[in-house]
């Protein structure tokens, strides 16, 4: 008997000490790990709540900016012609071009569409002109007219003759314009 209560004598306190670290081992440390995923946690929900609410704060300073780029948006848009599709755009050029040339008192000769470029993501479409004028004046005011319309026209060649060398008056003009084209 007294093996045995020598052996619970030195076999108690290492089982006590053993359950302690095993007690320490597998519920502190992992108790501890656990509190400190959790105040990360907390912390990175903390910073996130912050910056919503910075967000919500500058919610009418965003909305300002949006008014902003969707005017400068609208103002891009108007310098472009916009048509379902690329025919449709030269056949809009034309109609421009012929209602600024008819409009000065001259008249059209022919018209027909040249190839469509790539610019990027636009499509440059080109129309030639051949038209009768009545002066030099007219000539001018329709050149002004192209040039300050929008969407832009753009004359990228101009041949200018005169009909009748004997009596100067009457002028015919070739030109070759272009416009920027977009879809809808």
Do not use: W
């Not at 965003?62 to 379902?84: D, M, N």
């Amino acid at each position: 008997m007294k093996q045995r209560s020598r052996l619970l004598v030195y076999a108690v306190p290492v089982i006590v000490v053993l359950a302690g670290l095993a007690v320490y081992q597998y519920g502190f440390v992992n108790v501890r790990r656990e509190m400190a995923s959790l105040r990360e946690t907390c912390a990175a929900r903390e910073r996130a709540l912050s910056k919503c609410m910075e967000m919500i704060a500058n919610k009418p300073e965003l909305e300002k900016r949006l008014v902003v780029l969707k005017e400068k948006r609208k103002t891009a848009a108007s310098k472009i012609i916009k048509a379902q599709t690329l025919t449709l755009c030269a056949a809009a050029l034309q109609e421009t071009v012929k209602g600024i040339i008819t409009g000065q008192g001259g008249s059209i000769a022919s018209e027909r569409v040249e190839k469509t470029e790539e610019f990027g993501k636009f499509q440059v479409v080109t129309i030639a002109v051949e038209a009768a004028l009545p002066d030099t004046r007219a000539l001018s005011d329709i050149l002004f007219g192209i040039e300050t319309h929008e969407p832009y026209i753009v004359v990228r060649e101009m041949d200018t003759r005169v009909r009748n060398f004997r009596e100067p008056g009457e002028l015919m003009v070739k030109l070759r314009l272009s416009s920027l084209g977009g879809g809808k």
